[in-house]
């Protein structure tokens, strides 16, 4: 398992003033075209979580300017996240019983104690446990988010009336789709066109010059000249669909309502208390891991403090009336590609927002709800791509079983059931395929250091449910030079493909440090597929 290391960038960056003195110029330009991108999906995720659409554009001004100085990630750009709107929306509608003002106010006030919980977390370095979920469930409940996000933005790229959609859950929604395509109003439904087809051609273009554009900020000038010509700001012609954005005034004021932590709705809170720590958590960390694989400088997330850091950023704009926020994959890997260096990116993408909040709040009311739409559909394809299906497939039968039960439990139930029904499918594939249930919490290791050399022996099995056990025995070896790493699988009955992708990591980061990380002796274990980190089961009879 030889890892593909890219150069190292030994000149690793400044941090701090010294950081913003030597880099200010390419993390201004950074932070100004990552803002462009942060503009109008903000805007959309907001709409689409029954948030006034500002309080977006509010939730990445605090990531970048307040969240920047606490995080534990330098590339990484805070800011609202697709993958929650799900949860965001059904909060407002179940807690507002119908009232989205009421609704919106009292999901503040969960917001804010799960921020206060992440905070908690991050302080109790509880980070590493986003390693027990297994990728494929993950990746499922993600897909499912995608799926969930396009059922209804479809509807409203095509002019249905927000009204026609209140209450049905996802397969509906679906199921809805001919009928909203036969009765679509046509100038609406042509912005949400126009709007789809630049989104979706815009990575096909081969210039070099126009590629820097976002896209999503071509949809919105797009959208808002056709807004224009097709008169959609006249109330007696739309009235219906009302078929501009109405922003919110942008203010800085208390908003939260704590009034859902009694009576009746408190068993509703508490659940989505649940789902916006776990998920929200998870997102932000898998994103700090994710990121920091892209990093030219190979620095290392400080996780924990990142987590920390989210949860103040949500507790800050959710008491000012914003949505919860994570460390957002999209602007933080756009922030790399621009030649963002340290956090100051961060806080530079804040500070431009906060200008066009300022100035361009008139140009916002002209922006047409299907653009946004039509932007949100593209990032909800993106999660559930056919792609993803062929990547789970590649990795092994069992991943892409795991991927489509989570996707599908999702859809049926709600995502914290969702990635349960993912990881207890995990559970019984591994059964079926032979795994020994005493091993699933205990993989039965030895590690044996002898000065720089070190030899960790798994003999009994090394799987997504154990793994933490061994990480724990790995992160006691320094990563640095010199250091001599072998992992020993000989004995090992099971190796799954999650421990497989996280002994990869270690091997990247050991190398990049100057040490060596070896995987010995899977030559007797039957790989699920011909991908390089598919699971493997012992060929010998268990």
């Given amino acids: ?164 959609l209140k209450g049905k859950e996802p397969l509906e929604l679906l199921a809805m789709v001919p009928h909203s395509l036969s009765h679509m109003e046509w100038h609406v439904a042509v912005i949400g066109l126009v709007s789809l087809i630049i989104l979706f051609s815009w990575p096909t273009i081969k210039s070099k010059a126009i590629k820097q554009v976002p896209p999503a900020l071509v949809v919105l000038v797009v959208a808002i000249a056709l807004g224009l010509y097709f008169h959609l700001s006249d109330t007696k012609l739309y009235s219906a669909i009302k078929p501009l954005v109405n922003p919110g005034e942008f203010k800085l004021s208390y908003n939260a309502n704590f009034g859902a932590w009694s009576g009746d709705m408190l068993p509703v809170a508490l659940k989505y208390l649940a789902m916006f720590t776990i998920i929200g958590s998870l997102e932000s960390l898998l994103t700090g891991k994710a990121i920091d694989l892209l990093d030219p400088y190979k620095r290392k997330s400080n996780l924990s403090k990142d987590l920390t850091a989210v949860g103040i950023g949500n507790m800050v704009s959710a008491t000012l009336g914003g949505l919860p926020m994570i460390s957002e994959v999209a602007r933080s890997s756009a922030n790399l590609t621009n030649g963002g260096k340290t956090r100051w990116a961060n806080f530079f993408h804040g500070g431009f927002l906060l200008l066009f909040v300022v100035a361009l709040v008139p140009l916002i009311k002209l922006v047409p709800v299907a653009a946004l739409a039509a932007i949100l559909i593209a990032v909800g394809f993106r999660l559930a791509a056919p792609k993803e299906f062929r990547h789970m497939r590649h990795i092994g039968a069992e991943q892409l079983i795991v991927f489509v039960i989570t996707i599908i439990a999702t859809l049926a139930t709600d995502l914290l059931i969702g990635i349960a029904v993912g990881i207890a ?118």
């Fill in 425 to 542: 499918a995990k559970f019984v594939i591994q059964l079926a395929l032979g795994l020994p249930v005493k091993y699933l919490f205990n993989p039965q290791q030895e590690l044996v250091s002898e000065g720089s050399h070190h030899t960790l022996t798994i003999t009994g099995a090394a799987v997504f449910t154990n793994y933490l056990s061994i990480k724990k025995q790995l992160d006691t070896i320094p990563q640095e030079a010199g250091q001599h790493v072998t992992v020993d699988l000989h004995q090992a009955r099971f190796v799954d493909h999650t421990v497989m992708e996280n002994l990869h990591n270690y091997e990247r980061d050991f190398q990049l440090a100057g040490g060596e990380f070896h995987v010995i002796n899977l030559d007797e274990h039957q790989p699920m597929s011909t991908h390089p980190l598919a699971a493997r089961r012992k060929k010998m009879a268990i």
């Fill in 1 to 164: 398992m030889e890892a593909q290391v890219k150069p190292i960038i030994h000149v690793v960056p400044a941090k701090g003033l010294a950081g913003l003195k030597e880099n200010w110029q390419s993390d201004l330009l950074s932070g100004f075209l990552v803002s462009l991108i942060a503009l109008p999906l903000s805007l959309g995720i907001a709409s689409a979580s029954n948030f006034p659409p500002i309080m977006g554009v509010l939730t990445a001004i605090v990531g970048g300017l307040i969240v920047a100085f606490f995080a534990g990630s330098e590339p990484t750009i805070k800011g609202p996240a697709a993958g929650l709107i799900v949860i965001v929306a059904g909060c407002v509608e179940e807690l507002g019983k119908g009232d989205l003002e009421l609704g919106w106010k009292l999901t503040l006030g969960v917001i804010i104690a799960a921020g206060v919980l992440q905070v908690v977390m991050g302080m109790l370095k509880v980070a590493k446990l986003a390693d027990f979920f297994p990728l494929s469930a993950v990746h499922g409940m993600l897909a499912a988010i995608g799926i969930i996000i396009m059922s209804k933005q479809i509807h409203l790229a095509v002019g249905i009336a927000p009204s026609e």
